[in-house]
T-cell receptor, first 114, second 112 residues
Framework: NAGVTQTPKFQVLKTGQSMTLQCAQD?????MYWYRQDPGMGLRLIYY???????DKGEVPNGYNVSRLNKREFSLRLESAAPSQTSVYFC?????????????FGPGTRLTVL | SQQGEEDPQALSIQEGENATMNCSYK?????LQWYRQNSGRGLVHLIL?????REKHSGRLRVTLDTSKKSSSLLITASRAADTASYFC????????????FGTGTQLKVEL
């Protein structure tokens, strides 16, 4: 199993450009998440999807959109990138086992917006 | 504001010593989890403790939870250079749905 995969690994954008970050998991997990990680801020939840067909806002959703394409894939779109969106983005997935959500993370996408 | 706050922010110890890091949180939880992040990598789940548990062990890891003080600690015994990483606590809030709230992390450096 590949686990959680993310593409691309690195990306540089100019202000105003758009892009989509891709995430896929092969563990048959229902829930998927997008986080951003900034120095000294820990991980902040952008959007999540409890199950296929549903998405919900997290702590910092402004400037982002998501699509839960199917059970495996959850993409994050920046419509008009801003320098404040320079960050490392992590996708995660989670099963619901014995009443507990434990998250499995991808390797991250390092995004720089100039 | 962050639900979980780790203390200390950074910790440097010698190989073979024990490392203790703490996490405080603000509201009622179902469980608390600890994750490790090696430099430039994604987070990896280490251990989970439920709200009705006080102590949990896994290999060289020991986690305690004090719900009256809203705090948890992670102890790594006999540390190794390979333990060098950032450690995050994550809380599963009561009524919070299937989300975790992560703290700001403790950077641990284990020197030879």
């Amino acid at each position: 199993n590949a686990g959680v995969t993310q593409t691309p690994k690195f990306q540089v954008l100019k202000t105003g450009q758009s892009m989509t970050l891709q995430c896929a998991q092969d563990m048959n997990h229902n829930s998927m998440y997008w986080y951003r990680q900034d120095p000294g801020m820990g991980l902040r939840l952008i959007y999540y999807s409890a199950s296929e067909g549903t998405t919900d806002k997290g702590e910092v959703p402004n400037g982002y959109n998501v699509s839960r394409l199917n059970k495996r894939e959850f993409s994050l779109r920046l419509e008009s990138a801003a320098p404040s969106q320079t960050s490392v983005y992590f996708c995660a997935s989670s099963p619901f086992t014995a009443g507990v959500y434990t998250q499995y993370f991808g390797p991250g996408t390092r995004l720089t917006v100039l | 504001s962050q639900q979980g706050e780790e203390d200390p922010q950074a910790l440097s110890i010698q190989e073979g010593e024990n490392a203790t890091m703490n996490c405080s949180y603000k509201t009622s939880i179902n469980n608390l989890q600890w994750y490790r992040q090696n430099s430039g990598r994604g987070l990896v789940h280490l251990i989970l403790i439920r709200s009705n548990e006080r102590e949990k062990h896994s290999g060289r890891l020991r986690v305690t939870l004090d719900t009256s003080k809203k705090s948890s600690s992670l102890l790594i015994t006999a540390s190794r250079a390979a333990d060098t990483a950032s450690y995050f606590c994550a809380t599963d809030l009561t009524g919070g749905g299937n989300k975790l709230t992560f703290g700001t992390g403790t950077q641990l450096k284990v020197e030879l």
